[in-house]
């Protein structure tokens, strides 16, 4: 069993940046795949960016790439979400996941392990 969780969130207003932190514990070695959801109020939990690991590669939805960095400390089993230029179409509460494949995944279904999430607010 992999526990995860995340600290964080917070407002910021529209251009701002934050840095997500994802703890993980337990049974750390059966996990090969972090990644970084997000589920605004009334819409579906959508993928963010996922990384890889052990090898570090890592893949990132489109409407991230370029203002999201997501990273790994793996001597502190932590994952990070840098964000910069926040638009208020970021708000949103942010959960990290652990999954067992091999590959980059960016389906929520094979994560199996979440945490309880942490807001985002971006104001204007």
């Known amino acids: 069993q992999v526990h995860v969780a995340e600290s964080g969130g917070g407002l910021v207003q529209a251009g701002g940046s934050l840095r997500l932190s994802c703890v993980v514990a337990g049974r750390t070695y059966s996990w090969n795949v972090m990644g970084w959801f997000r589920q605004a109020s009334g819409k579906e939990r959508e993928f963010v960016a996922a990384?890889?690991?052990?090898?570090?590669?890592?893949t990132y939805a489109d409407s991230q790439q370029g203002r999201f960095t997501i990273s790994r400390d793996n001597a502190k089993n932590t994952l990070y979400l840098q964000m910069s230029s926040l638009k208020i179409e970021d708000t949103a509460v942010y959960y990290c996941?652990?999954?067992?494949?091999?590959?980059?995944?960016?389906?929520?279904?094979?994560?199996?392990?979440w945490g309880q999430g942490t807001q985002v607010t971006v104001s204007s």
């Open positions: 996941a652990a999954s067992r494949r091999m590959g980059l995944t960016t389906t929520p279904a094979d994560f199996g392990s």
């Open positions: 990384i890889n690991w052990l090898g570090g590669g890592t």
